[in-house]
């Protein structure tokens, strides 16, 4: 009689930003390259990992949620926590029952190496030592470049980490240390096995993205112009720059570029010079509105999003009033990405006054929300009847598969396997404003 083996289950469960889904990406290779076979996380597994975010509140509570269904789901399971939570709480993680292993930011790109372990009771002390990450540096040296691996057609790439920026609102200084940057060379070498892999599209991540290469020498206008020319990746997007780090040179380039595309994502946060003062931001509503302009005026089809905070400190009602005319008024300006705020520990914003009761904050989200989806309306029905190019994706939806066009409008068509990972030119035709993407009939 043949004897099974069992083969060792793992999964993830990622919180916040993309950032965090590259890094779970990279680490889940490390895990199936040695056996592992990955699973739903609503599954019962041998190992779950929790990677975590502590930008909001919201973030942290699902978080420990994550945490008490992995434990009802397999009470013999080994639980990890990593990430930004557990780099700024480890203490308060360490409360919550079925917690086998705390890695923070600093830690984490060694998880394989801590499950593969026997000894769990010593593991669970690593990186709970200090409640405030400032007691425990940040390498500045570790693990900086991390991809998504689970499309075949394109890829997450963090080039960079950290942030020197300290806004007032914003724990990921502490969260996840200083700015620092792979080299360029280093970014090119993983894109070689990116282009090996058949990708079509690279969005190039980072935390403070702009600041790439402060600690090398190098800038980031030097990094994509260098993978302009030594690199075959058809499309590069960006995936958020700072308002003060995109230069005018920069855009010039990506206008002229035949790989980058006419796509931004700017952090706007506030729409009056107040609350940018307030939050510690490094431009006024005047410099965002005059480089949101000069993109426009270079690449007329760009799709711009921002950015925006909603009940930060001081925003009154005549200040919401007056930042929501701004974003209206803002003509280049295509959607936005709306947050509430929220108080996190030992960030400067937490002692300010003018507290928004927490009613009015969700107000008021709701109704730039219904500003983003009007901008985005109109950005769709200007770009009727244009032609662009779409990098079709390799999921079979109900018969039907999605795809971006080049300045970021979702199209979709009947599925077709032969179309999946190719990048077709199309007349955008037949807009479902209820969806929000235009339909292609084959």
Request: one cysteine or more; hydrophobic letters at 35%.
């Amino acid at each position: 009689m043949t004897q099974t083996t069992h083969t060792k289950t793992i999964a993830f469960h990622t919180l916040g930003c993309k950032l965090n889904f590259a890094e779970s990406s990279d680490l889940l290779k490390k895990f199936t390259l040695n056996g592992y076979t990955q699973i739903d996380f609503h599954e019962k597994a041998d190992v779950y990992v929790i990677n975590t975010c502590s930008v909001t509140q919201i973030a942290e509570k699902k978080c420990r949620n994550a945490i008490r269904q992995a434990s009802h789901l397999n009470p013999k399971a080994l639980i990890a926590v990593i990430g930004c939570f557990a780099t700024l709480r480890p203490k308060e993680i360490q409360q919550i029952e079925g917690v086998d292993i705390i890695l923070g930011n600093e830690e984490k790109h060694k998880l394989y190496d801590y499950v593969s372990q026997n000894d769990i009771e010593w593991l669970n002390t690593v990186s709970t030592n200090n409640e405030n990450v400032s007691n425990t540096p940040i390498n500045i040296n570790n693990n900086i470049i991390a991809s998504s691996a689970e499309d075949r057609t394109r890829c997450f790439l963090k080039i960079q980490d950290g942030c020197d920026y300290f806004c007032s609102y914003c724990t990921i200084p502490y969260a996840r240390g200083r700015s620092r940057s792979a080299k360029i060379s280093e970014v090119i070498d993983v894109i070689k096995k990116i282009e090996d892999e058949g990708k079509k599209e690279i969005i190039l991540s980072g935390i403070n993205i702009g600041t790439f290469g402060k600690t090398n020498g190098e800038t980031f206008f030097d990094l994509i112009k260098a993978l302009e020319v030594q690199t075959n990746i058809e499309r590069y997007r960006i995936s958020s720059i700072e308002p003060n780090l995109l230069t005018e040179e920069m855009i010039d380039f990506i206008a002229e570029s035949r790989s980058f595309l006419p796509h931004f994502h700017i952090p706007l946060q506030a729409g009056t010079d107040f609350l940018l003062t307030a939050m510690k931001r490094k431009y006024d509503t005047h410099f965002f509105s005059e480089r949101l302009h000069y993109i426009h005026s270079k690449l007329p089809q760009a799709f711009i999003a921002a950015d925006v905070i909603v009940g930060f400190c001081g925003e009154t009602e005549v200040e919401f009033e007056k930042s929501k005319t701004f974003i209206e008024n803002l003509e280049p300006l295509s959607a936005l990405h709306v947050f509430t705020y929220s108080e996190r520990p030992n960030t400067f914003s937490v002692n300010l006054t003018g507290k928004v009761p927490h009613y009015i904050r969700k107000q008021r989200s709701f109704s730039l929300q219904k500003v983003s989806q009007k901008k985005k309306l109109h950005f769709y029905n200007r770009n009727s009847e244009t032609r662009h190019k779409v990098l079709w994706e390799s999921n079979n939806d109900c018969g039907y598969m999605y795809g971006f066009t080049d300045n970021y409008i979702r199209v979709c068509k009947p599925f077709n396997a032969d179309s999946v990972n190719t990048i077709e030119e199309i007349k955008l035709e037949n807009l479902d404003m209820e969806k929000m993407m235009f339909v292609l009939n084959g």
